[in-house]
């Protein structure tokens, strides 16, 4: 029998949901204790803002580039993101905005 595939994706859901969960207490922790450390409000008010940033640029790192930047691309974490935007580093394209995503223009005369 051989042995299992430490190398592969996460395919247990039990683990999966295990390994969420620990995120968010790890979280938790964390921000408990650096305001356990400096109880001020701007101490609070600049974490919640930090969460808040990096939470949108994980957002932004999977679900936007996927979605509307390389839909053929599909990230397996931010080392891989990075590595991804060093090699390939998207320019915008010219003419286009979010609202005509999909949407052919007429053309003009």
């Known amino acids: 029998m051989a042995p299992p595939d430490r190398n592969g994706d996460l395919t247990s859901t039990r683990a999966i949901l295990a390994k969420g969960w620990l995120f968010l207490v790890i979280g938790i922790l964390a921000s408990a204790l650096l ?34 930047v390389d839909p053929t691309y ?3 974490g931010l080392l891989d993101f990075f ?3 060093w090699r390939e580093r ?6 286009h905005s979010s609202s005509d995503r ?6 003009t005369d």
């Not at 998207?90 to 003419?95: F, I, M, S, W």
């Open 35 to 68: 305001i356990a450390r400096d109880p001020d409000w701007r101490a609070v008010l600049l974490l919640a803002v930090a969460v808040w940033g990096f939470c949108r640029f994980y957002f932004f790192a999977f679900h936007v580039i996927e979605r509307w």
């Open 74 to 76: 599909r990230f397996a």
């Open 83 to 85: 590595r991804w935007w």
């Open 90 to 95: 998207p320019t915008p394209r010219v003419g």
């Open 102 to 107: 999909g949407v052919e223009k007429p053309e």
